[in-house]
């Protein structure tokens, strides 16, 4: 299978020609807001009245000036994500659909670079708060597969296909219809998955793509849809009983490198950067792959955590863990990657915190990076730390973590979707 978002000529894997801007995600952003794109219900529900409220109240917020638990430079606009916030705990109801078989479905994997979906996943299906046992009280509805399970154990080894997996999802979605009336409704509008795995958005573009998709995979060029689907964060997490192994990083002032980078030359990227900055310059650490063992992996990581930026390059596709390992380890990350859309877009005001090079800039890297004032990159590793609570793992979910983060970005896509039209 090739894993790519570019363009095979000749064998050579070359990025796609379009992109689009942060500016421009965030005007895209704006205008999903103003026009809807679900199907109007075949019947009404109390729920959606529910949820129009609730989108009326978030418009009009009251003002937060300072909070003592969020950061007002972090977000778009504190308050209507504070609201919103507020209200998916009070108001959200969550249906899992009980179909499916283990391990594909309800019995994901916990440890490794696809383990948002599952920890998600586990912290839903456990949780009293938002899941009701009535799907009749449901605002959303959650389609329980895990990709990851889905690719190790449906394909096929050099077939260069995953055909069968679309298919096997096309069926579990043909189960679910045939089975309950709450997806023909709505079209799929009110319902939602969380995928990690690169061919995710390829697996549910045609049949699940009504629905809100949750993806690492967020590539604008391969139909992610800003202020439908939600970009979900790909966390590297290292031990399923202790998420949070490692955390932290070094002061600015003990912060001796300025730019690290280190991993297996996969895509077309990866190998430009390393052309252009490996063994080239002191301050920039920019390396291939490290190797194995538990020695190789300690040093990986105190090189994060005494890096002044991290660079996250983009792999076959867009995401990449390093992203989140930057904030985990307290390094500013550097986002070299077209047409990614970040997780949590659609309240996090990215720019306060991190920094995107288009991928043609990488010659100019040190340039770039230099040319950032002292005083900006200490405010942008402030807000580093202070962004990290979003993005942890907790063995049970806490307020504002990144379950909690997860969830609302699809409550706050469903809400600005939703149409009484």
């Known amino acids: 299978m090739d894993k790519r978002t570019g363009t095979q000529i000749k064998g050579k894997i070359v990025p796609a020609s379009s992109v689009t801007s942060i500016y421009e995600m965030n005007n895209l952003l704006a205008h999903s807001h103003s026009a809807s794109r679900s199907m109007k219900p075949r019947w009404s529900s109390p729920r959606d009245r529910e949820i129009l409220s609730a989108r009326s109240q978030i418009e009009n917020a009251p003002i937060v000036k300072s909070d003592r638990e969020l950061y007002a430079p972090l977000f778009r606009n504190i308050s209507t994500f504070k609201r919103s916030y507020e209200l998916m705990e009070r108001m959200l109801k969550v249906y899992v659909y009980k179909e499916g078989t283990k391990p594909i479905f309800h019995s994901p994997p916990l440890k490794g670079?696809?383990?948002?979906?599952?920890w998600f996943m586990k912290q839903l299906e456990g949780n009293k708060r938002f899941v009701v046992k009535d799907p009749r009280k449901a605002h959303l509805f959650y389609l329980p597969f895990s990709s990851r399970a889905l690719q190790q154990t449906m394909y096929v080894p050099n077939s260069h296909s995953h055909k069968n997996l679309i298919e096997y999802l096309k069926n579990y979605l043909d189960t679910i219809v045939a089975r309950h009336r709450f997806w023909n409704r709505t079209g799929g509008a009110d319902h939602f998955l969380a995928a990690c795995h690169d061919w995710a958005p390829a697996e549910t573009s045609d049949y699940m793509s009504t629905c809100i998709r949750a993806l690492c995979n967020a590539d604008v060029n391969v139909g992610f849809q800003i202020g439908k689907d939600a970009s979900l964060p790909e966390t590297y997490v290292h031990s399923a009983r202790n998420p949070l192994r490692y955390l932290g990083g070094?002061?600015?002032?003990?912060?001796?490198?300025?730019?690290?980078?280190a991993g297996g030359m996969h895509g077309y990227l990866r190998p430009i950067l390393l052309k252009h900055w490996e063994n080239k310059d002191p301050g920039m650490q920019i390396y291939g792959p490290m190797g194995g063992g538990?020695?190789?992996?300690?040093?990986?990581?105190?090189?994060?955590?005494?890096?002044?930026?991290?660079?996250?390059?983009?792999?076959?596709?867009?995401?990449?863990?390093?992203?989140?390992?930057s904030i985990f380890f307290e390094c500013v990350p550097v986002i070299i990657s077209d047409n990614f859309v970040p997780p949590f877009f659609e309240v996090l005001n990215w720019e306060a915190f991190a920094v995107f090079v288009p991928e043609k800039d990488i010659p100019d890297l040190k340039n770039i990076l230099l040319s950032i004032p002292e005083e900006k990159y200490l405010a942008m590793q402030m807000n580093v730390k202070k962004v990290q609570q979003h993005f942890l793992w907790h063995t049970g979910p806490l307020k504002y973590d990144v379950f909690h983060m997860i969830l609302h970005s699809i409550w706050y896509n469903r809400v600005y979707q939703i149409t009484d039209r």
Do not use: W
């Open 113 to 118: 670079i696809y383990a948002s979906e599952g």
């Open 250 to 261: 070094e002061p600015p002032s003990k912060r001796k490198i300025l730019a690290f980078f």
């Open 294 to 325: 538990k020695k190789k992996k300690l040093n990986y990581i105190q090189s994060m955590k005494s890096s002044k930026y991290c660079i996250c390059a983009r792999g076959y596709e867009v995401n990449s863990p390093r992203v989140v390992e």
